[in-house]
């Protein structure tokens, strides 16, 4: 004979069975009404991010300031925020290569994820004799960083709950509102350098949204990749110092965190005075450096650009 309390027993069994079984089978570590909150893998993105959520949620960035984007990696207490968050929001194009594996296995275990980059009309470049890869270095061009702003506000409003999307979305718009002045800011700048100087060269390939985008030529780079994890052979060097004599560069432009010793040797190899350009490339400096927000740091790039290709003067 079944009676009451025995048949209460046996359900209370069956469902914590269940509840097993699934978490087992889909590897959640929490149910999907417990995530909570935004991870964001760069420091610019999470610049980008924190702006437009403002006070509505809180904002994890996992990569530190002055990192490289290509070789961070996350501590065990972060991998699990990643997998506890309402959103991860990643650059993607390879581009996170120290994470890319934690990033798909929050995505298999249900956390929304976005891939800003993929989303934003990504262009390709040529890593020397290679085949043609996606450029993952969208926010040098402002236009494109736009339309970031509106994939990440779309995400955060459907994925993060408890938040006042009126607010969101106001928070936004008025950062629209300064990246698209950036734009204005940009364009007037370089049409001040002529056509004939505007060319580039840089340590790695980050800048061709920025050249696309204003008209400008990239000569080459020092290291011939995408990725600063590249090396460039003596082979490389040289045919990056003939192009530059050819081309009459006045600068070779190197990541500010990045030693330059490389460039400088290749412009020994030129033959020429060249000067060393220190950028903000792919990653955003302390609250006490010269790039600690996504527009500060395209001002300074904007600004350094211009004075190393302005004509010199004679003294």
């Known amino acids: 004979m079944v009676t009451a309390g025995s048949f209460r027993r046996s359900r209370r069994y069956i469902t914590a069975f269940v509840v097993a079984f699934c978490l087992a089978a889909t590897g959640c570590s929490v149910l999907e009404s417990e995530r909570s909150g935004v991870v964001v893998t760069t420091n610019i993105l999470g610049d980008i991010t924190r702006t437009i959520v403002g006070d509505q949620a809180g904002v994890t960035v996992l990569m530190k300031p002055n990192a490289d984007p290509h070789s961070f990696g996350v501590s065990a207490q972060q991998a699990a925020r990643i997998e506890n968050a309402a959103l991860l929001v990643h650059n993607g194009l390879g581009l996170e290569e120290g994470v890319a594996r934690n990033v798909q296995a929050a995505r298999g275990q249900g956390v929304p994820t976005l891939a800003v980059g993929e989303g934003v009309d990504p262009i390709t470049y040529t890593e020397g004799r290679t085949a043609r890869q996606p450029d993952p270095h969208f926010w040098t061009d402002p236009v494109r960083v736009l339309k970031a702003i509106d994939l990440i506000t779309a995400q955060v409003i459907e994925h993060?709950?408890?938040?006042?999307?009126?607010?969101?979305?106001?928070?936004?718009?008025?950062?629209?509102?300064?990246?698209?002045?950036?734009?204005?800011?940009?364009?007037?700048?370089?049409?001040?350098?002529?056509?004939?100087?505007?060319?580039?060269?840089?340590?790695?390939?980050?800048?061709?949204?920025?050249?696309?985008?204003?008209?400008?030529?990239?000569?080459?780079?020092?290291?011939?990749?995408?990725?600063?994890?590249?090396?460039?052979?003596?082979?490389?060097?040289?045919?990056?110092?003939?192009?530059?004599?050819?081309?009459?560069?006045?600068?070779?432009?190197?990541?500010?965190?990045?030693?330059?010793?490389?460039?400088?040797?290749?412009a020994q190899e030129a033959g020429l005075r060249i000067d060393i350009v220190p950028l903000y490339s792919e990653s955003l400096t302390g609250a006490d450096g010269g790039a600690p927000t996504y527009l500060r740091m395209m001002r300074a790039n904007t600004d350094a650009i211009s004075s190393g290709l302005a004509p010199r003067r004679t003294p």
């Open 160 to 266: 993060v709950d408890g938040i006042d999307a009126g607010r969101v979305r106001a928070n936004a718009a008025g950062y629209r509102t300064q990246v698209a002045a950036l734009d204005t800011r940009m364009r007037g700048e370089f049409t001040k350098i002529r056509p004939e100087r505007r060319k580039l060269v840089t340590n790695h390939h980050v800048f061709g949204y920025l050249a696309q985008r204003y008209g400008f030529e990239v000569i080459g780079a020092v290291i011939p990749s995408g990725t600063t994890l590249a090396s460039p052979s003596g082979s490389d060097l040289k045919s990056l110092a003939d192009a530059v004599r050819r081309a009459g560069v006045p600068a070779v432009f190197a990541d500010s965190s990045q030693p330059d010793r490389l460039a400088q040797v290749m």
